[in-house]
């Protein structure tokens, strides 16, 4: 069942002023910046409790054993105690937001790869999907929400005026009231004009147009030669998107950066107090502007991708984990490609078609052709020619075709095994 986002901009309170709207969501994203730093915080010390216990005891603890219950049950309690002037709903659906980033990032955290994530202002404000109600009264749209703690004396609902944009977003906002799509939860955000906005996330069931095979997969190569590179597992078809707009792209923004930066340079003592607000506007309309290209660029290419694997038939996509994307790729680390996966996902789950990150290690090595695996094939970033058979190609497009192998990681596992047998 895919998920989106619906953006939409809060016109105005419709119970209170402006001014105590603007005061309270403030602090509420402040809190919700410590809930979120206080749950990496406590997940931290759970892991070294529990690594302590084993190197005494010799085996993991259970969570019952530290805590008297689960270790997210214990998590909710603890941060409800020390937040008591949050909402509950708010503080289950942060500590959600808090703990999923946890268990993206703990394996390099643990291996010091990464360092501990600190959340700031422009923290979201997390509102549980049951504690927010759309509303349409023929004129106005609006959105009714639990911000505080239930109180008798206190206000703690607040009915929020919305701008329902285009026909597009009307009918989503018709179908969440209707119950075709499926309400999620909400963020509260600002944006950097000091703009306030609800995103809402949707989901709903698909059905695709035409019959899909699972047997057949396409693999999607993201590289530094070419920004992606397809290939399928069933026949010789190809694609690619070259990274050429995304280069111009790049070099036109840091040109524009530098610029700016010149120009503050030689902005002398007016970069002091208003002068640097001033000074500094100008790169952070750059900021944006380089965001919603990146936005829109990423939308075009997860589209071109999905298309192309329905168009083949695919019932799967595989595309690499790169999650562990090394310091000399900096190709991949300037551009968001994990942003573009995701993008990739909701599109593909959209169609039907099922998404697989699978482990990218030794698929630019592994012959596609014999399946032989050495460095050593790998002549230059572009070309790739296996040492054992001789089949040569394009890099990308060998490592594409890899990366369609259904079980890949497990070939590439059983092949290195009998490889090293061999030398031994």
Known sequence: ?????????????????????????????????????????LCYENENIRKMHKELYGETPKDKDIYGM??????????????????STIISQTIQYAYKRWRTDKKDILSLKQSIPSFKLDTPISIYNQSYRIENDGDNWTITTNLLPAQKEKQYKYTLLIHSGDNSKITILKR????EYKQGAMQIVQDRKKKWYCLITYSFETKAEKELDDTKIMG??????????WAFNDSLQRGKIEGGEIEQFRKQIQRRREELQRAIKWAGDSRHGHGVKRALKPIEALREKERNARNMINHKYAKTIVEAAYRHGCGVIQIEDLSGINEEETFLKNWSYFDLQEKIIYKAEEKGIQVIKINPEYTSQRCSECGYINKENRKTQAEFKCISCGYEALADYNAARNIAIQNIEKIIEEELKKQEARVS
């Open 176 to 179: 969440l009231i209707d119950g």
């Open 220 to 229: 999607v190569d993201m590289g530094i030669v070419n920004a992606v590179y």
């Open 70 to 87: 689960s270790f997210q049950g214990w998590l909710y309690q603890k941060i409800r105690d020390e937040f008591p002037e949050i909402a």
């Open 1 to 41: 069942m895919p998920a989106k986002t619906l953006r939409l901009q809060i016109i105005k309170p419709m119970d209170t002023t402006w001014d105590v709207l603007g005061e309270l969501l403030r602090d509420l994203r402040y809190n919700s910046a410590k809930i979120c730093n206080r749950v990496i915080q």
